[in-house]
């Protein structure tokens, strides 16, 4: 059995990247019951959907470097059952409390959701595993995982693809009322490169590192784009110009849509490397604090701009959100700018909680604090 290593203290830059995808998401996650469409062919539209792209690339990668870092207090055996116990924990927040704060309803018979949550638990459970192949194992075998997986774009789809081949990788209606929105390929792949990522996050070198691995990343996007031969199952078309050139699949993960999100995600580590807390960082320090809290308190305010706006709170609002909600009334639809109103509003009134319970975590030691 390997002995625990010393833990290694918190890095600024990360944390900083971190919180910044967690305020990024909420904008996501606001528009969801605005109204607003998933994108289009207003810029403000578009940009309002695709700039909420670097979230989940970041949350999962991350997610994987701070599973190398957590194990440096913890040995290899203690690692791999902290990971079970955490993923598993998520995967039932996901199926019970996040599920509920999305609705505000509790119609579980007709609708559940495998979220990005339930994605990141499942792929926890897995690196129980991994975590116990060589470092340079993990890394390879991730990195095949977010390269190779558009092959399956050149083999004619399932007819009907079985309840596992929906979890691993085609989505939708699985087990019952379960829609899958996460697959698991390609994120365990991300997942496992972050982890494989802990080792430059240790080192000296990570800013230069970083660097050069973001701008690499970056070009290759441009690359492999404007090739248009593999990479991305909706091949763009120059008349659609830079809009549907960045318009990339994320359901599942492109090895485009991959690129084009982790290599800015790179960048801005590096160029964070000289920030000392804040109010970015802060979300960065408690993610999972930051998702549970964030979700019920967009969906009030959105019952709030409702009553102020129809004089009642509108029906539609505890319909199945993020993915199946009911259809959109005659004049429901917000404007942007009340959009990034209500979306600033909320952000500002998270950081106090998410302030408090960062200082928790830093002060006090606990095993239970490790799980949100």
Known sequence: MSAPRQPFARIESIDFVRGLAMIL??????????????GGQSPGVFFTRWITHFVAPSFAFLAGTSIYLHGRKL??????????????????????????????????????????????????????????????AIAVIGIAIIGLHNLADFAPYPENPNALLRFLYYGGNAIGPMLVLYVIVPWIGVMMCGYAYGVIAESDRRRSISMKLGIAMTLLFVVVRFINKYGDPHPWTPDRGLLGFIATTKYPASLSFLLMTLGPMFIAIALAEKVRGGFVTTFGRVPMFYYLLHIPLIHIAACIVSLVREGRVNPRLFGNYPVLPPPLPDGYMWSLGLLYLVFALCVIALYFPCRWYANLRAT???AWLSYI
């Open 364 to 366: 006090k030691r606990s």
């Open 75 to 136: 040995s290899r055996a203690a690692l791999s059952k902290f990971l079970v116990t955490r993923g598993a924990w998520l995967v039932l927040l996901e199926l019970t409390v996040i599920r509920t704060f999305w609705t505000f309803n509790f119609d579980f018979a007709h609708y559940m959701l495998a979220g990005v949550i339930w994605m990141l638990g499942i792929c926890m459970i897995l690196m129980a595993a991994m975590i116990w192949l060589p470092m340079r």
């Open 25 to 38: 998401m909420a904008i996501d996650h606001v528009r969801v019951y605005s109204g607003v469409p998933a």
